[in-house]
């Protein structure tokens, strides 16, 4: 999305212009007086939602076409696609200076994690069957999969669909969420924090997008628990983009400095040294065919 049109819904859903359209179809003037905004900068922001896509205009009325359902509808977090959490995102953006001051991003805003939710499942199905068909390769006999920090479960349920018995595990108020929509999926779900210990007994351990959300002392202490969670000749796979081999990596460690207490992406030598301290045996780095993002693979050994 252009960063003009993110900045627009920004700035119409904390003028209240979102929730007003949404709820109160009315005429141009009718959504200025309940926001308090201009009549100028209502019909602007008005007809820029109509043109992309957000609303529709009915003589002289506007309302709000399925696409923004996400914008305010937060129960079922399927419908409620990416541009919510990248408003969120944008916010402390805008607090990136203090955040370089002090060290903390802002406080999460509301509806962070149903957004967060929202966002992480737009993962196309190809990135999805590309990065499972990755982690199946490196143990293809594996029956209990470890999906850590898997959000709303799309890798989960792929592992599920090839036949695999699957546990996600994440932070309570993301289960919470999942558990609404997952409840039908032969999926374990289990609270706990990534890197906290991990539950035992598995083959493959597979994680994605959750090491640039972490710092490297977190990342040292999952990877730790992430060898102890596998069976002797178990599989752990991390998906990430690693800095130097993933166009736009080094942004991304900006994007988790504006967004995360430690976050980063890190270097090829970072994720080997820390699966090989941590005990992993045959530690490599592929390219997952299809994405920018990279498989750090290692193997616990059997003795």
């Known amino acids: 999305m252009d960063y003009r049109e993110l900045c627009l819904l920004w700035a119409a859903r904390e003028t209240g212009i979102i929730e007003t359209v949404m709820f109160d179809a009315g005429t141009i003037e009718e959504i200025a007086e309940q926001t308090g905004v201009t009549e100028r900068a209502a019909r602007i922001t008005l007809e820029a939602m109509v043109e992309m896509g957000f609303l529709e205009r009915l003589d002289e009325e506007y309302e709000a076409t399925n696409r923004a359902l996400g914008l305010f509808a937060k129960t079922d977090v399927r419908s409620i696609g990416s541009v919510p959490h990248q408003m969120d995102c944008l916010v402390r953006w805008f607090e990136l200076p203090e955040t370089m001051r002090t060290g903390s991003p802002p406080e999460t805003p509301e509806n962070w994690t149903s957004n967060y939710m929202g966002a992480m499942a737009t993962v ?22 470890l999906d850590v920090g898997g959000g709303p479960g799309v890798f989960a349920k792929e592992f599920a669909r090839r036949g695999f018995e ?8 993301v289960i919470d969420i999942a558990s609404r929509f997952l409840e039908r999926e032969p999926i374990e779900l289990v609270s706990e924090d990534v890197i906290d210990a991990l539950p035992t007994g598995y083959d493959l351990l597979f994680c994605s997008r959750v090491a640039h959300a972490l710092g490297p002392n977190e990342n040292r202490t999952l990877i730790e628990n992430s060898f102890d ?22 942004v991304m460690g900006a994007h988790m400095l504006a967004q995360t ?8 030598n970072q994720f080997e040294d820390w699966f090989a301290r941590a005990g992993f045996a045959n530690v490599e780095i592929r390219g997952v065919p299809g994405t920018n993002q990279q498989a750090i693979v290692g193997h616990r050994p059997r003795n």
């Open 229 to 250: 969670a596998l069976e002797p000749g178990g599989a752990a796979v991390l998906i990430d983009r690693i800095r130097g081999r993933s166009e736009g990596a080094a």
């Open 124 to 145: 196309d199905e190809s990135t999805i069957r590309s990065c499972v068909t990755e982690a199946v390769h490196e143990h293809p006999d594996a029956e209990r999969v």
């Open 166 to 173: 699957v546990t996600l595990l994440d932070k309570p108020d």
């Open 261 to 268: 207490d430690n976050g980063d992406t890190y270097t090829a």
